[in-house]
């Protein structure tokens, strides 16, 4: 089970957007994650190689925890707000919640629930 601290720690990162340094501080060496029910992905090496393709795409990004935060033993939920602007010019926006287990201070296990209509890129309308 997390800490306050550490969960607070690690929520400052991702508001940051410093979604690689989240990763590599914050999830086991084998943890899974996985994108609604898609396979998961296996191990924070490819969890951090798929958050480098991820912002190679980016031009700025807003991530925003929206509490509170709910803690029950070693199980985290986290809802998240993004806003992708890509280099492309589109935007996405984002709402998930975060479904976590943690062992001791890492995320071993990470499922993200989201509308996947969301994740199509839009132009945004100018006023």
């Given at each position: 089970m997390p800490t306050k601290e550490t969960l607070e720690k690690f929520?400052?990162?991702?508001?940051?957007?410093?979604?690689?340094?989240?990763?590599?501080?914050?999830?086991?060496?084998?943890?899974?994650?996985?994108?609604?029910t898609e396979p998961p992905r296996f191990g924070r090496d490819a969890?951090?190689?798929?958050?480098r393709k991820v912002m190679a795409r980016v031009k700025s990004l807003k991530s925003k925890c929206v509490r509170p935060v709910f803690v029950e033993g070693?199980?985290?939920?986290?809802?998240?707000?993004?806003?992708?602007?890509?280099?492309?010019?589109?935007?996405?926006?984002?709402?998930?919640?975060?479904?976590?287990?943690?062992?001791?201070?890492?995320?071993?296990?990470e499922t993200f629930f989201y509308d996947p209509a969301q994740r199509l890129p839009r132009v945004e309308e100018k006023y």
């Open positions: 929520i400052a990162r991702v508001e940051a957007n410093a979604h690689i340094e989240a990763v590599e501080e914050f999830y086991t060496e084998d943890s899974t994650m996985q994108e609604n969890h951090i190689a798929n958050e070693d199980k985290v939920v986290v809802r998240w707000i993004f806003r992708f602007e890509w280099l492309d010019g589109t935007v996405t926006n984002m709402e998930e919640l975060a479904y976590q287990r943690w062992e001791g201070e890492r995320i071993a296990e």
